[in-house]
């Protein structure tokens, strides 16, 4: 355990010393986390399709409040036509038909 | 790298011992996110606790309560970016603010130039973006976007050049229309149209623009738009373009999806429309309205008869400055005179204040509304627009008296 300690503390002090040295370098480690979608029909077609370009997370925060008309048809029409995601019709009618079952509130 | 790195946190844990290790963060936070978690309290690189709704890109709110004071702490200020490939390393060697298009000498310059040849200024501004607010529409009809509760702002000491010392020592040519900005961040898949905005030439030449590289005194974040963030006072955040690397001067209008499209607002009176209506015609968000927000005591509070309880906030509008913040006890129908923070300049947020001491047991409803010096006041509810932007409905919190 001691000798851990002291190659870590090599380690630390050499990354330290690296970081000294080229103080016009900024640089940042963004975590990240795994999402855990509802299991439901066509979850894998939402899966390959929805994830290139951002978290589920915008999905998430759509379904809290009072979802209206068409929600989910209007986002992801959105995401082909103006964001140019390479989805197919069909392909679309099931995300759509996922996100509509999992993730709409009708209150 | 990432090995080297998993070992050097063991070999520490191992170090710290049991009791220490409640403390570090990276060994309790947890990982997965699931719906009912959603969103989640997390801990960035240079952050303290925010509350998060995307990793990817990272969306990251203050916390309420920071806005019991005017300035908002860096490690506490929130993040947004559109598209998920964003800067996270910058070689200061390397970058250059590029000036080109419609202008005498197309200019290239280093942060240290910026810093040499132009005088610094610096400000108190709220930077606030145009969907803070959004989950409040929500039992009208939820927005398509991001729900932000209250903290997709913040206020902050901004130093930097004026734009238009930069603009000008380029050349900027007559027949000049507007100026473009693009930062470093790029959209992950190549035909997603990059984020590039642009301003009118007018703005830039003869207000108050400034490029800053300090937030309350350090270099900018990376989280919040290194090395290089322009700063338009008064107008929502998706004017405020960060790690700016590129100014295009134009003849002519620029034309995107992110000028033509997003960020668009009714273009009536109230900028609102019945919810789920489509305005007629619609124009591009600019500047803020009038909006206070309580950042003390927590909603729910329990405080004893005849016990002295603070309640305080900030507020802010486009830049006319705050003239009064009113509270009410009795839900709207009285309003009472707050006092005032000390005056930060007019695009700051403006600390009030007010020291109560209930005197009958139940639940009060505490409202707060701010009145500008042009003599605008916060409505009960803001009007419903598509994006869900502006928001600006009077602020309360629930006191229990026991």
Redesign the interface.
């Known amino acids: ?1 001691k000798k ?2 002291a ?2 503390l090599i ?2 002090s050499v990354s330290f010393a690296k970081a000294q040295e080229n103080k ?13 979608m ?1 299991d439901g029909k066509y979850k894998e077609v939402f899966e390959q399709n929805c994830l ?4 589920p ?2 999905v ?10 068409d ?1 989910w048809r ?2 992801v029409y ?1 995401m082909i036509n ?5 989805i197919s019709k069909e392909n679309a009618e099931k995300i759509i038909e996922y996100l509509n079952e999992n ?1 709409t ?1 009708k209150n | 790298m990432d090995s ?1 790195r998993d ?2 946190k ?3 844990l ?2 710290l011992g049991s009791v220490a290790l409640r403390n570090v963060s990276f060994a309790e936070e947890s ?5 009912k978690d ?3 309290m ?1 801990k ?3 952050k303290t606790s925010l509350i ?8 990251l709110e203050t916390p309420r309560s920071y806005f019991a004071s005017a300035v908002t702490p860096n490690e506490a200020f929130f993040v947004r970016w559109h ?2 490939n964003i800067p ?6 390397e970058w250059r603010l590029n000036i080109t298009g419609n202008v005498k000498k197309p200019v290239s310059l280093s942060l240290d130039d910026l810093k040499s040849m132009f005088e610094p200024v610096s400000y108190y501004a709220v930077l606030q973006c145009s969907g803070n607010g959004r ?1 409040f ?6 927005p ?1 976007g ?2 932000w509760k209250y903290g997709a702002m913040g206020n902050a000491l901004w130093t930097g050049v004026r734009l238009a010392d930069v603009l000008n020592y380029a050349g900027v040519k007559g027949d000049s229309v507007e100026v473009a900005f693009a930062g470093l961040d790029k ?3 190549p ?3 990059n984020v590039e905005r642009a301003l009118p030439v007018d703005k830039c030449l003869y207000e108050n623009l400034i490029l800053a590289y300090e937030m309350n005194g350090e ?1 900018i ?3 919040n738009g ?2 290089l963030r322009l700063i338009v006072p008064g107008w929502y955040a998706t004017h405020w373009i960060k790690s700016v690397t590129n100014i295009t001067v134009l003849n002519t209008e620029l034309k995107n ?1 992110w000028m033509e ?1 997003a960020y668009h607002i009714p273009d009536n009176a109230c900028h609102c429309v019945q ?2 209506e489509k305005p007629k015609k619609a124009r591009m968000i600019t500047e803020m309205n009038v909006k206070s927000v309580i950042g003390t005591p927590d909603d729910n509070t329990v405080v004893r008869v005849g016990e002295v309880v603070k309640i305080a906030g900030v507020a802010f509008d486009q830049g006319f400055g705050i003239k009064e913040v009113l509270i009410s006890f009795d839900g709207g129908k009285t309003w009472k005179e707050t006092g005032l923070g000390p005056d930060l300049g007019r695009y700051s947020f403006r600390e009030w204040f007010y020291y109560f001491r209930p005197t009958t047991k139940g639940n009060i409803k505490v409202m707060v509304r701010a009145v500008n010096k042009n003599g605008e006041t916060q409505p009960m509810e803001a009007g419903w627009n598509p994006g869900g932007y502006m928001w600006n409905g009077i602020d309360s919190v629930t006191i229990k008296v026991v």
């Open positions: 355990m851990l300690l190659v870590s380690a630390l016009d370098v900024y640089k940042i480690d963004l975590p990240s986390y795994d999402w855990k509802k290139m370009c951002h978290s997370g915008y998430f925060g759509q379904a809290k409040g009072k979802s209206g008309k929600m209007t986002v959105q103006e964001f140019k995601a390479p993730y509130n | 080297r070992f050097l063991k070999g520490i191992f170090a990982n997965v996110i699931d719906f959603y969103p989640k997390v960035y690189p240079g998060m709704y995307s990793d990817r890109p990272p969306l598209l998920a996270t390393e910058v070689n200061l060697k989950s529409f929500e039992n009208k009809q939820t398509l991001i729900q959209a992950p898949y035909e997603t149209p270099p974040s990376l989280l290194f090395p999806f499209k919810p789920g």
